[in-house]
């Protein structure tokens, strides 16, 4: 199912670009520094599902309010884009996100509509409930957005999460990053059900799958799925369907692990790369290859900026050990 | 690197706590036919690392399997099993995972006997794994033994080493009639000991790992091992002679044991791997302080995670849990005051004294 009914406009099209380079670029850079044991924070990778997180904060345009799961890197950059905070927390400096004491798995940006990332699996999802709540309460306009995986849907919480927020006539936006895996698990050893979305539409929740593995097919939907829930006031559930190229934790691959295989993986999802496709189109936009470059070496030099400055930020000092654990003035 | 086991004799072998762990929940198998091992990733190849790889195939599918994630639900359903007959061994990859379990394991498992005025067992076994370092975080590092043994009618244990393992799991699966709480922990994993098929077993209880008369060092987990390596350090360079004693049972520990020691050093260091606030450290003072308050010649020092949830970034990580540094300036200070003037190690991370270990996980 894809739902790139018509080509988004030239503009679009190269925001996603953009965004997904960024992702796809930061984690490129953990690859080859983490064996510097410099970022000492176990790192759960995006690398390959981006255009799930891209293609919904994309079309956000900015009112969200983003929760997600330890597997966090796309869902911050592609809400932030802010390369400074992420490779500072990563690296444990001041200058990051929850000031070098989260790590990757905790990342928050709630000044910039990210409101947290949890490394308990399926936390976030109730958590995303209750914002949506408040935001209507409060009325902010914005709406909450939730990712998570397909092993946080085998969990109890996020049962009681759909039905509340169909109960609570709320407009959460319930973003099933479905890779298939719990660890190495696969979703048709964990869940009896076919599909995910069949379970959850008699909740009272719209659901949309989505296995195009196209950042401008997420793009759409989620578009035509945030409008619904809040003229409906109905939860959506979306399932996008993707890979993650990496393993489970960590920067290495798993082809070795023996619960999947390198060639399946490659032609399935790698050869149609969502990175890749997304820049064919810019040249079918007519946008020249050296324009094209233009835009990936300003992202890189961002990058290296990025990680320069944080390397050179200061470490956390022992007095901070201990500020910020109550309300106290930190 | 590698560390004596409790009580070194002839007969040796070398064996990690992985090792230990992978022989008990094999030979848990091979004995007992109501004994079943249910947990995310029991059944791969990491096998919770290691301690059930190859597990499943050699016992099948149903005696060793996968679950989803439901923590909870696993549980309970461990607990039904347990009810009607089974031994079930359920595992936590990180002791903060079994926090979804708590209403389970604590509203349920632990008060089935009593209150159904005895008509329930409940045997059980639930293996749950402590996380250090290497910016574990926040939620991956909990080390939650004060908590479990808070509420009567849990058993918790803590094996600090190989040895431990392979006295106390026979001892605990499919005998002890109780749920059983194993707080194992990561950083030991990878460890080697050197263990024996001793008579003398480590006991479901405390145990002197060290004899000494100079000071009474009470400890848990790998705290255990870094009193150990305390001690020789400051017998070393000091002449002074540490009694260790591992407390080991959370729940059930030797308080006698350790008043007597206590009664003998008059000086005291406790080393937790939790937090000191309402945990092992203030349970220890208030066990020896109602027996009696005259037992310490000095305030005690304590050592355990600063009061607060962990950070990652390794400057303060490094300062939130206690380090060989700090375990033996504790101990050098009860015995010869804080201005003992003896140079004190620099290993200030554990990381840098258990090098094998090297995330993510
Ligand atoms: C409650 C809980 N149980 C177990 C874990 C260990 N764990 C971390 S990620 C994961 C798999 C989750 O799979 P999924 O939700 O599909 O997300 P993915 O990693 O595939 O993105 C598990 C079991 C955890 N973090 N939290
Ligand atoms: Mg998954």
């Known amino acids: 199912m894809s739902f790139a009914r018509e080509p988004l406009p030239k503009a679009t099209a190269i925001q996603l670009f953009k965004s997904l380079y960024l992702a796809r670029r930061s984690e490129e850079y953990i690859v080859k520094h983490y064996p510097e044991n410099l970022m000492r924070t176990p790192m759960h990778m995006s690398m390959g599902q981006e ?15 983003v929760f997600a799961s330890y597997r966090s890197h796309a869902a911050f950059l592609a809400q932030t884009h802010d390369t400074d905070r992420f490779f500072s927390e990563l690296y444990g400096r001041t200058s990051g996100t929850g000031e070098g004491k989260g790590g990757s798995m905790h990342l928050a940006a709630p000044d910039q509509g990210h409101i947290l990332s949890s490394g308990v699996v399926a936390t976030q999802i109730p958590v995303a409930v209750g914002a949506a709540f408040a935001n209507r309460q409060l009325k902010t306009g914005r709406t909450a957005v939730v990712f998570f995986g397909d092993g946080a849907a085998d969990a109890g919480v996020f049962w009681e999460s759909i039905n509340a927020a169909a109960l609570f006539k709320l407009p959460v936006i319930f973003v099933c990053e479905d890779n298939g895996y719990a660890v190495d698990t696969p979703r048709e050893a964990r869940q009896m059900s076919k599909s995910l979305s069949d379970v959850v539409k008699p909740f009272g929740a719209d659901t949309y ?14 578009k035509e799925a945030v409008a619904k829930a809040h003229r409906d006031r109905r939860p959506a559930f979306l399932n996008i369907k993707c890979c993650r190229y990496l393993e489970h934790v960590g920067i290495g691959t798993d082809w070795n692990w023996g619960y999947r295989d390198q060639a399946t993986v490659e032609r399935e999802w790698i050869d149609r790369d969502a990175l890749k496709v997304q820049r064919k189109r810019l040249a079918e936009h007519q946008v020249s290859e050296a324009a094209i470059a233009a835009i990936e070496d300003e992202i890189d030099k961002a990058i290296q900026a990025s990680v320069k400055r944080a390397s050179q930020a200061p470490i956390p000092t022992p007095d901070r050990l201990h500020a910020g654990v109550f309300y106290e003035k930190a | ?20 762990l992978l022989e008990t929940m094999d030979a848990a198998l091979a004995d007992h036919a109501n004994t079943f091992i249910m947990g995310q990733g029991v059944d791969d190849f990491k096998g919770i690392f290691g301690s059930t790889t190859g597990l499943a195939e050699k016992y099948g599918a149903q005696r060793v399997f996968d679950v989803p994630l439901m923590e909870e639900g696993m549980t309970g359903v461990a607990i039904g099993a347990s009810l009607v007959g089974d031994y079930p061994i359920t595992t936590h990859i990180r002791a903060d995972f079994s926090f979804l379990a708590m209403n389970q394991i604590i509203n349920l498992a632990a008060k089935y006997r009593y209150m159904f005025g005895g008509l329930m067992r409940c045997p059980m076994l639930i293996r749950i794994v402590v996380g250090r370092s290497w910016g574990q975080g926040a939620q991956h590092s909990q080390s939650p033994q004060a908590t479990f043994a808070h509420y009567p009618g849990l058993t918790v244990v803590m094996p600090s080493s190989s040895q431990a393992i392979l006295d106390m799991y026979p001892a605990i699966i499919n005998r002890h009639p109780g749920p059983v709480i194993s707080i194992e922990h990561r950083l030991l994993y990878n460890l080697d000991f050197t263990v024996s098929p001793s008579e003398h077993r480590v006991p479901l209880t405390s145990y002197v790992a060290r004899k000494g008369s100079d000071v009474t060092v009470v400890a848990t987990s ?19 002679s540490a009694e260790i004693i591992d407390l080991n049972s959370i729940s059930h520990p030797d308080w006698d044991l350790v008043a007597a020691s206590v009664a003998k050093t008059g000086r005291l260091v406790v080393a937790d791997t939790s937090w000191l606030e309402y945990g092992v450290a203030a349970e220890v003072c208030r066990q020896l302080v109602v027996r009696d308050p005259g037992l310490l010649r000095q305030p005690p020092t304590m050592l355990g995670m600063a009061p607060a949830p962990c950070p990652t970034a390794k400057s303060l990580e490094d300062i939130y849990y206690p380090s060989q540094h700090e375990t033996v300036d504790a101990i050098l200070t009860q015995v010869k005051g804080d201005k003992h003037g003896i140079a004190l190690p620099v290993e200030r991370s554990m990381t840098e004294g258990y090098k094998r270990f090297r995330g993510p996980f």
């Open chain 2, 1 to 20: 690197m590698s560390i004596a086991a409790v009580k070194p004799v002839q007969g040796t072998r070398v064996l990690s706590y992985a090792g230990a």
């Open chain 1, 209 to 222: 799958e989505d296995d195009s593995g196209d950042v401008e097919s997420v793009y759409s939907l989620a």
């Open chain 1, 51 to 65: 255009f799930v997180c891209v293609g919904v904060c994309s079309a956000l345009e900015g009112k969200a309010d």
């Open chain 2, 222 to 240: 790998v705290m255990v091992l870094e009193a150990l390596r305390a001690a020789q350090y400051v017998e070393d360079k000091a002449g002074i």
